[in-house]
């Protein structure tokens, strides 16, 4: 490839003279010569902040606030404070590692894998790689799968009742639509504003009902601190701020990366706020009797009917997202892009890519038995180490010690201390589980 093409596939850019008096990772972009092929459309101007901020809030909020209530009920209320610290953590970590995209001051990385590469040599992309792969494909494999049991849930017993395969083969396909058609993060922007509405809606529902059913249960009991399931707690609630993988493609289709800042904390925020508005009323009405996800709490009937079509309806705008972030990564792998080939058989590459993604899937959610507790597993070492461990030391390596301030050493310090922590414990609990499934099968 001549000097030309390398430097059409690359966005340039001036780094800030001074990071420590300014809010931006980017002062300025040289618009002319942003040009690359994985994550932004090249016909057309970047996506906007908001677009951004949704596709964050979508990703990362979701079924984790349904699921926090019950963690506070493994742990007890001291999983309020995790909560706050894993927020604060989560947000500095998606900073630092956007930064890492602009180490050099001259080229900006494309991906998670090329960061991790820059930092640790070819053995670290391709074990960040391998992460990444674990958490896009394994977390739409779970969304498949909650999808089509609660499709199959709500249509049991009526004319529309079908098979769970057949649930999760419509599911799918439903899914695969904008993941074939929205080439970047830009695009699937849109899909993630209508997610992240339903969450929001889904969370209000829960919140009213729940209190509403206070009455019927005014003498559970609440716990401070439960120590002995307090590590599978604080690994839990840690996992709820999982968003690293796509954060650099979400950057990539912004028309002002400058404001990366800006969004990665107001969207951290707001799904921080829809977790302490679901946990604190979910855990404080049902106390030892909390499940999840929380909406198994509320009574029957409409609330509840509508409170599981709606986050089958956010899972199912989710999936392409995350999809797309990894197609994106498997396509930059490749060599598939415009600069490469010609426009058809660029398409039709991506299409052969994509297609046979989603088939795998697919047909992981319908075969795979256990499929929830191996995710577990390799979610504890994938989640953990791309949220919170990983970042820290590419940015430490990349950007030096010797340029940090004591209070940001230390602050790195402990991001790493409680992701190796959650990595520990998580890792335990879904061994349990794992050696459960195994033993009830015989």
């Given at each position: 490839?001549?000097?030309?093409?390398?430097n059409?596939?690359e966005?340039?850019?001036?780094?800030a003279?001074?990071?420590?008096?300014?809010d931006?990772?980017?002062s300025?972009?040289?618009?002319?010569?942003?040009?690359?092929?994985?994550?932004?459309d090249?016909?057309?101007?970047?996506?906007?902040?908001?677009?951004?901020?949704?596709?964050?809030?979508?990703?990362?909020?979701?079924?984790?606030?349904?699921?926090?209530?019950?963690?506070?009920?493994?742990?007890?209320?001291i999983?309020?404070?995790?909560?706050?610290?894993?927020?604060?953590?989560?947000?500095?970590?998606?900073?630092?590692?956007?930064?890492?995209?602009?180490?050099?001051?001259?080229?900006?990385?494309?991906?998670?894998?090329?960061?991790?590469?820059?930092?640790?040599?070819?053995?670290?992309?391709?074990?960040?790689?391998?992460?990444?792969?674990?958490?896009?494909?394994?977390?739409?494999?779970?969304?498949?799968?909650?999808?089509?049991?609660?499709?199959?849930?709500?249509?049991?017993?009526?004319?529309?009742?079908?098979?769970?395969?057949i649930?999760?083969?419509?599911?799918?396909?439903?899914?695969?639509?904008?993941?074939?058609?929205?080439?970047?993060?830009?695009?699937v922007?849109v899909?993630?504003?209508f997610?992240?509405?339903?969450?929001?809606?889904?969370?209000?529902i829960?919140?009213v009902?729940?209190?509403?059913?206070?009455?019927?249960?005014?003498?559970?009991?609440?716990?401070?601190?439960?120590?002995?399931q307090f590590?599978?707690?604080?690994s839990?609630?840690?996992?709820?701020?999982?968003?690293?993988?796509?954060?650099a493609?979400?950057?990539?289709?912004?028309?002002?990366?400058?404001?990366?800042n800006?969004?990665?904390?107001?969207?951290?925020?707001?799904?921080?706020g829809l977790?302490?508005?679901?946990?604190?009323?979910?855990?404080?009405?049902?106390?030892?009797?909390?499940?999840?996800?929380?909406?198994?709490?509320?009574?029957?009937?409409?609330?509840?009917?509508?409170?599981?079509?709606?986050?089958t309806v956010h899972?199912?705008?989710?999936?392409?997202?995350l999809?797309?972030?990894?197609?994106?990564?498997?396509?930059?792998?490749?060599?598939?892009?415009?600069?490469?080939?010609s426009?058809?058989?660029?398409?039709?590459?991506?299409?052969?890519?994509?297609?046979?993604?989603?088939?795998?899937?697919?047909?992981?959610?319908?075969?795979?038995?256990?499929?929830?507790d191996?995710?577990?597993?390799?979610?504890?070492?994938s989640?953990?180490?791309?949220?919170?461990?990983?970042?820290i030391?590419?940015?430490?390596?990349?950007t030096?010690?010797?340029?940090?301030?004591?209070?940001?050493?230390?602050?790195c310090?402990?991001v790493?201390?409680?992701?190796?922590?959650?990595?520990?414990?998580?890792?335990?609990?879904?061994?349990?589980?794992?050696?459960?499934?195994?033993?009830?099968?015989?």
């Open positions: 490839m001549s000097a030309e093409l390398r059409m596939d966005k340039s850019f001036k780094l003279q001074d990071n420590c008096q300014s931006s990772i980017i300025e972009i040289e618009h002319e010569a942003v040009s690359f092929s994985h994550g932004v090249t016909n057309n101007e970047g996506g906007s902040s908001f677009l951004a901020y949704f596709n964050v809030v979508c990703v990362v909020a979701g079924t984790g606030a349904l699921g926090l209530p019950y963690s506070l009920k493994q742990g007890g209320w999983g309020l404070f995790i909560l706050g610290l894993s927020w604060l953590f989560s947000t500095y970590s998606g900073i630092v590692l956007i930064r890492c995209l602009y180490h050099n001051g001259k080229t900006r990385l494309s991906s998670y894998q090329e960061v991790a590469e820059a930092a640790f040599g070819p053995i670290g992309g391709w074990l960040s790689f391998f992460f990444t792969a674990v958490t896009l494909i394994g977390v739409p494999v779970l969304y498949l799968l909650l999808a089509g049991q609660n499709l199959h849930e709500v249509c049991k017993g009526t004319r529309a009742e079908l098979t769970f395969p649930w999760v083969i419509i599911c799918s396909v439903i899914v695969a639509i904008p993941f074939l058609f929205f080439r970047s993060m830009k695009e922007g899909l993630s504003a997610g992240m509405l339903a969450t929001v809606v889904v969370v209000l829960v919140v009902v729940a209190l509403q059913d206070k009455v019927n249960y005014s003498n559970v009991e609440h716990h401070n601190v439960i120590w002995d590590p599978i707690a604080l839990s609630i840690t996992f709820s701020f999982g968003g690293n993988p796509v954060y493609h979400v950057e990539a289709g912004m028309k002002h990366p400058q404001n990366w800006k969004v990665i904390t107001a969207g951290l925020a707001t799904c921080s977790y302490f508005l679901t946990a604190i009323p979910g855990y404080y009405v049902y106390g030892d009797n909390t499940s999840s996800p929380i909406y198994n709490n509320i009574p029957d009937g409409a609330a509840k009917l509508a409170s599981i079509v709606i986050i899972v199912l705008m989710a999936c392409p997202i999809m797309t972030s990894f197609a994106l990564d498997l396509e930059k792998l490749f060599g598939i892009s415009s600069f490469n080939h426009k058809p058989i660029e398409w039709l590459l991506r299409t052969v890519v994509r297609v046979t993604l989603m088939v795998v899937v697919a047909v992981i959610a319908i075969f795979v038995p256990y499929f929830g191996f995710m577990s597993l390799l979610g504890a070492f989640n953990c180490a791309l949220i919170l461990i990983f970042p030391l590419f940015y430490l390596k990349l030096g010690f010797r340029n940090k301030s004591i209070f940001e050493l230390f602050l310090f402990l790493v201390l409680l992701g190796i922590v959650g990595l520990i414990f998580g890792t335990k609990s879904a061994i349990e589980a794992l050696k459960s499934d195994f033993q009830n099968a015989k």
